[in-house]
């Protein structure tokens, strides 16, 4: 009894100290090559730069072609309110087939015309006067912002006209809109979110899949398998130094939603660390699932970024509402980790510790790790078959 | 000198093994094709003594140390080392498995150091017993100087040394080594030679060792010649060279001489082999010699037969030899690629004057200078990164010279490189075909890549399918193909464009004895034909083919000469007929203790 105590207690050991010198020798070759550190840092900064700024779903700038038939003071004070509006550029048009040139050549984004009875019709008539607008509709959803906030604007300008001459509206119920969460309706706010979860998806997948598969091309898998070593000290070998790393890119991440991208923060920090090393691990884990296929690092490579971060960019609702998908398609994207550390990433950042989205979100990454690295175990077992 | 290994009658408890298998099967599925690595293989190791296991390559050495090791599972028959399973037993302290696979992996990232320490954690060697080891493993292989130089910086032979040395960190009850020496120069090869003996003698090992080089084998206690999955033959060196006792003799020959004879030799009916060994041709018979002896003599009247014993390498040469005629001759004797002028000319088909390679302030190559003439097989001889890569890049048109001259075929490679490949074929050290196609396809690629108008192609690629027996892969995937095929391929699609020189670099590093035995056959008769070879090479006996040869040491030329010549430079009163192998360590020693600087 006592002897089998002393030889569980001498074998921990032993598996403790191989542990600890295979981290250390992960953490030299970490330092020594600085491949990985260029996945885990610099690879995050350059993919937030590059979609932080370059991708956004706001129309802004749209080019407005304005034909005034007659003018007048009321026609001059409604184009006025677009010339201070920074989502439009006004370009003043001589007549309307000019405009309709501009359009074509896409020179123009939509056409505005005030025909020659607006002021006549905006100041006596019984209903407001009606205004032409022609939106260049081969990007649907651009031209639906388009339209939106033109309509936004001339609202505003009847009830600001009706204010300054006493009238009421004439609406017996009016709308009132409050946009909660991102009052400004700053689509980086939710964007950002999203490019963290989908950036830290593709990490943490090559982190681990180069790694492993480095240690099959250059020939040290064969030396390593034939110590004492056990496959999970291995695993967790890898695990945990990409891990810290790959924490750390996700620090940095952060920060520079937060303050490169004034992204607000409004949940914990802790939450949001908590749930995002959770998402790691899944990642992680996916990573080394690859490295049990491919035993290169071109084709881990390769296929990290075409399982792991191409159905992450589609299917995790960061740009492409879930909701609007097929159903089949829908289905699909409960397999996509990045789907649930969206949702989280989301809610934490712009609506704060929402407990009821974040807790079935972080049970489902959490099978998910746990299904990752079963299924990681079972794939490498010692041996070279 | 190389140490002799302990003698077993110093070992008690010789009858012990270390490792048994008994009719082990192991194939490997790929995709729908199933490959039979072993077919019912059965051999022992004994315990405190250094085995030998050889064959040709795809002979299963590889996955019988992989089986041992217990990195495989295999499909049928038992496998047991000091009497346990060797994938549950590798953990137990009394069957302790020390591995080292032929691509030994080392973190090249890591130092010499950490390397060291690194397996020491791995293999769960206490902290207590370190600083001792570390020291006793970094003196037996000379790294102690360089512990803090990363692995990757390391040359190959000191890096092999290093991978021995990080298997040994925890002492093994059972060491396997799967090629060690492979690629290695043989400066380094002796040194891990030293290596293993002193910790058979000092603690007790038993080691396993798979090689392509038989003299190796012959230093041996024991020795298993393994063929297609199967063990032909188990032994002590001397046993199995009894097997061919009294079938072997030799014929005194010049350089005049030489070539000529073997051919004449190789045709008589019965005629096994016909190597060369120092100044003589070796020949082993089918049968009892005296006959063949005195058919010899009729044929050739002037030469002067000697009955010489025979040995381990001849042993090998005629288990694998498949029954049947000796030798066919080669069709290259028919149609001959290069130019037709049979006769050996003086006309200087390679000249190297002065040339000197820089890179940085280090001096791959340093002031270098020599000569080939017509039809002449020339040797470059040297330990690892002694520069022979270098002189063959330059040579090729690869690397222009920092300075000096080279030419080929008289063609100034400074200004017409292209004009100079087009009349020179490299085979490269390294795989170099397109693993993806088919022997065929490779084939047509180079003849197209050469220029070669359709009909002269059709007629190319069918002389090279002929000439290097590769009709029955011709359709087989090339990069599937054993060590051997593939270096054929390789040699054939360097010919494809009847090139006038021939450029080999470690044509038959790790190949088996026969296989290289067939490749020199080739090369000479290419040579007779008019062809200029030059070749590098690790096997120092190999020299022995060549008409002359330089040896290479630290970017200059130690010496040059004819193979009599060399090996008359390590002779000594005491030691009146060196081999090959001792005048090269003699000489690169001595090029070494006389300093840097000339």
Redesign the interface.
């Known amino acids: 009894m006592i002897e089998n105590h002393e030889e569980s207690r001498s074998r921990r050991l032993?598996s403790a100290?191989?542990l600890?010198?295979?981290i250390?020798?992960e953490f030299?070759?970490v330092f020594?090559?600085p491949s990985s550190i260029g996945i885990a840092f610099v690879l995050p900064v350059v993919l937030l730069l590059l979609f932080g700024y370059g991708v956004s779903l706001d129309a802004q700038g749209i080019r407005l072609a304005v034909v005034i038939d007659r003018p007048s003071h009321d026609a001059q004070s409604f184009v006025s309110q677009f010339e201070r509006s920074h989502y439009f550029v006004v370009l003043p048009m001589d007549d309307q087939r000019q405009a309709e040139r501009e359009l074509r050549a896409r020179r123009a984004d939509a056409i505005l015309r005030l025909q020659d009875d607006f002021a006549a019709r905006s100041q006596f008539g019984p209903s407001p006067a009606p205004i032409q607008l022609v939106i260049n509709g081969v990007d649907g959803n651009t031209a639906r912002q388009v339209d939106a906030y033109v309509h936004g604007v001339w609202r505003g300008w009847l009830a600001r006209r009706a204010a300054n001459g006493g009238e009421p509206l004439d609406k017996a119920v009016t709308m009132e809109s409050r946009v909660w969460f991102n009052s400004e309706v700053r689509s980086r706010n939710f964007l950002i979110p999203g490019l963290i979860a989908v950036i830290m998806t593709l990490i943490g997948a090559m982190l681990t899949s180069m790694v492993v598969a480095r240690?099959w091309e250059?020939?040290?898998?064969?030396?390593?398998?034939?110590?004492?070593?056990r496959m999970w000290e291995v695993l967790a070998g890898k695990l945990i130094p990409y891990f810290a790393l790959g924490m750390g890119g996700l620090s940095l991440s952060l920060a520079m939603a937060v303050w490169l991208f004034d992204v607000p923060l409004r949940g914990s920090l802790l939450v949001m660390f908590l749930a995002s090393a959770l998402f790691l691990i899944t990642a992680l884990g996916m990573g080394l699932l690859i490295s049990s296929i491919a035993h290169s690092q071109f084709m881990a490579g390769h296929i990290a970024i075409i399982t792991t971060f191409l159905p992450a960019f589609i299917l995790s609702g960061f740009i492409f509402d879930i909701h609007s998908m097929p159903a089949a398609v829908q289905v699909v994207t409960y397999l996509i980790a990045a789907r649930y550390y969206v949702a989280i990433l989301q809610s934490v950042f712009l609506a704060g510790d929402v407990w009821v989205v974040i807790w079935p979100n972080a049970a489902a990454l959490a099978l998910m790790s746990i299904v990752f690295l079963g299924l990681v175990r079972r794939s490498m077992r010692k041996?070279?078959? | 000198m190389i140490v002799p290994p302990p003698s077993l009658t110093e070992t008690p408890g010789r009858t012990a093994v270390a490792l048994a298998f008994a009719d082990v099967h192991k194939s490997f599925h790929r995709g729908r094709s199933t490959v039979s690595a072993l077919r019912g293989t059965t051999l022992s190791v004994p315990a405190r003594a250094v085995t030998a296991l050889i064959g040709p390559d795809g002979a299963g050495k590889t996955t019988i140390m992989r089986l041992a090791a217990g990195l495989l599972r295999a499909d049928r028959g038992r496998i047991a080392i000091f009497g346990m399973d060797p994938r549950t037993g590798a953990r137990a302290d009394h069957a302790y498995i020390g591995y080292m696979p032929q691509r030994f992996g080392l973190y090249e990232d890591l130092t010499v150091a950490e390397n060291l320490r690194l397996y020491g954690d791995l293999q769960g060697v206490p902290h207590r017993q370190r600083t001792a080891r570390y020291e006793q493993l970094m003196q037996m292989t000379g790294l102690s100087p360089f512990l803090s130089r990363r692995a990757g910086r390391l040359s190959g032979g000191m890096q092999q040394k290093l991978g021995l040395a990080c298997t040994l960190v925890r002492t093994p009850k059972l060491l396997l080594l799967d090629e060690p020496t492979a690629g290695v120069d043989p400066v380094s090869r002796r040194d891990l030679w030293t290596i293993i003996n002193s910790i058979i003698r000092d603690e007790g090992v038993s080691v396993l060792v798979s090689t392509a080089y038989i003299d190796e084998a012959e230093r041996c206690h024991q020795v298993i010649v393994a063929h297609d999955g199967r063990v032909l033959a188990m032994g002590s060196p001397l046993e199995l060279t009894r097997t061919v006792a009294g079938r072997t003799f030799s014929i005194r020959t010049s350089i005049e001489t030489r070539r000529g004879w073997q051919r004449e030799l190789s045709s008589i009916k019965g005629v096994v082999d016909v190597s060369t060994l120092a100044d003589s041709l070796h020949v082993l018979t089918a049968r009892d010699v005296s006959d063949l002896a005195k058919m010899t003599h009729e044929r050739l009247p002037e030469a002067i037969v000697e009955l010489t014993p025979a040995r381990l390498e001849d042993a090998v040469v005629a288990m694998l030899t498949p029954p049947g005629p000796a030798q066919e001759t080669t069709s290259s004797e028919r149609d001959a690629p290069g130019h037709s002028q049979p006769h050996r000319a003086l006309t200087p088909m390679i000249t190297v004057k002065g040339a000197t390679r820089a890179f940085g302030s280090f001096l791959a190559v340093n002031k270098i200078s020599f000569e080939v003439r017509r039809g002449e097989v020339f040797g470059l001889l040297g330990a690892n990164g002694a520069g022979k890569t270098t002189t063959f890049r330059m040579l090729c048109g690869l690397l222009p010279p920092t300075s000096g001259q080279l030419h080929v075929a008289g063609i100034d490679l400074r200004s017409a490189p292209a004009a100079a490949r087009a009349r020179i074929g490299y085979v490269s050290q390294h795989f170099s075909l397109y693993g993806e196609l088919t022997v065929f396809q490779n084939l047509r690629f180079f003849a197209s890549a050469y220029g070669l108008g359709r009909r002269q192609r059709a007629q190319r690629i069918g002389w090279a399918l002929d000439e290097f027996d590769l009709v029955s892969v011709r359709n087989a995937v090339s990069g599937a193909l054993p060590l051997g095929f593939g270096r054929r391929l390789a040699m054939a699609c360097a010919l494809m464009h009847k090139p006038d020189v021939l450029f080999l670099d470690e044509p038959t590093s790790g190949v088996d004895p026969l296989t290289r035995r067939r490749f020199w056959r080739r090369i000479t008769a290419l040579a007779e034909l008019g062809m200029t070879v030059l070749v590098t090479t690790h096997h120092v006996e190999e020299a022995e083919y060549c008409d002359r040869l330089v040896i290479m040491v630290t970017g200059r030329l130690a010496t040059s000469g004819t193979p009599a010549e060399i090996r008359s430079f390590a002779r000594t009163p005491g030691h009146p007929s060196p081999t090959m192998n001792e005048a090269f360590l003699s000489i690169v020693q001595a090029s070494q203790d006389s300093g840097g600087d000339p």
């Open positions: 032993a100290r191989r600890r010198g295979f250390r020798k030299i070759q020594r090559d240690e250059r020939g040290t898998m064969e030396a390593l398998l034939s110590t004492p070593v041996g070279l078959e």
